[in-house]
């Protein structure tokens, strides 16, 4: 694997994950440690070295602000991050132990290791929790979903095997490794299956299609809205990529438009491919064998999916309900959340998407709605109600609205709807300012509207159909 400034043979991974794992055991006692890293070969090496040490691994999102890190690390009991230069004005402003890799004189401690034996692996239970992944709640609260060794393992193993890919496959990482799709997708399914990985730390269209060109890239993951800036970069040819083994999307809605002018322009079939953080997460994929355009594919090996009308009843196919699932890779639960477990994993082991959608009878299934007030804004879960109570912390907020709205870029976006206190004076730019303190550049809303007042049901609840109908 490489990433352009460092490449690393799996002997040598292993190698330099033992030399993290003997840093990591010295600078922590606690039972979970925290990775900021973006995608690069530093960060698979750190997350087996943790793992070696037997700490449970909290990635980190370098996008957020520092009071929503806060808040992680606060929930997540870490008193360590291990990360690296770039983030350290972010890493400074948490109250923690912050570990740099350029400070652990890696290159010295890698001869070293040549001449030592390999530590013992660590005694784990397939059950025990690998690690603890932070997506918003419908609070505004992280969530921890505590990721299990066989919930990672099972999903990795069932995915390459509905895949039907061998490791003489050349992997493209893009995405962040603090997000399941790039965690599990890009890091640990390479890993397991064996093959090359070219990570790309940084999205850049341009960067992304060289790579491909120069390293014969054949997989690539990504989320519709990285195919949408490769499509509007000039260097994208004909040819670009015809080495292309499979390219697979997921993590927020993909556009027609997409689909078409990657076939046209490349004869690039996208496969579209469905799952949850609390998943590991694939669910579903279109695959080379089996593909209907406009649907998620069909389950993957080990994947049962059950949808159900609003009174639990199987509907008939074709029919919409909520998506269940029941696979070895659903997680344990929510970290410190046994009310919001139970809220969507029952006894039985079903899980309880909040998405819509239906099974044909192809058994391909199709994303239809949310049932969840939940945008995806550049494959990022995010819930209103968290950029709602950082508007109604302001002193001239009365109350606010937020809902998502389509954005041909990120997928998503968020507009805020704000009701002003009584003789308070505030402007849109005011707000936007405040938000962007609290809140990561991407949940910061596009555009605040000021109004009078906001449409209302029977019970003064906020009808927000009634405002999506207004943008």
Known sequence: MTDGAKSLTYRQLARLSRV???CIVKSTDAPRVGIMLPASTAFPATLFGALWASKTVVPLNFLLQPEELTRIVLDSEIDTIVTVRPF???ASQLDVKIVYLEDLHLKRKMVWATLRSFPPAPVVDKNDTAVLLYTSGTSGDPKGVELTYENLRSNCVDTIASLNVDPKQTFLNILPPFHIFGLTANVLLPVVLGATVFAIPRFNPLAVLRAVKEHQISIIMAIPSMYAAMLRSKSAKPDTFDS???AITGGEPLSDSIVTEFEQRFGLTLRQGYGLSETSPVLSVGTRDAFKNRTVGRPIRN?????IDEQGREVQASDDGEILVRSPGVMK??????DETKSVLGNDGWFRTGDIGNVDSDGFLSITGRSKEMMIIGGENVFPREIESVLESHEAVLQAAVIGAPDGMRGEVPIAFVIPQKDATV????LRSFARKSLANFKTP???????DLPTGPTGKILKRKLREQI
């Open 427 to 430: 402007t849109s730019d005011e």
């Open 333 to 338: 639960g929510y970290f410190k959340k046994p």
């Open 20 to 22: 993290l794992r003997d």
């Open 244 to 246: 292309i083994y499979l």
């Open 88 to 90: 350290e004005k972010l």
């Open 446 to 452: 596009r555009r605040i509207e000021i109004r009078d």
């Open 303 to 307: 994947v049962q999916i059950r949808i």
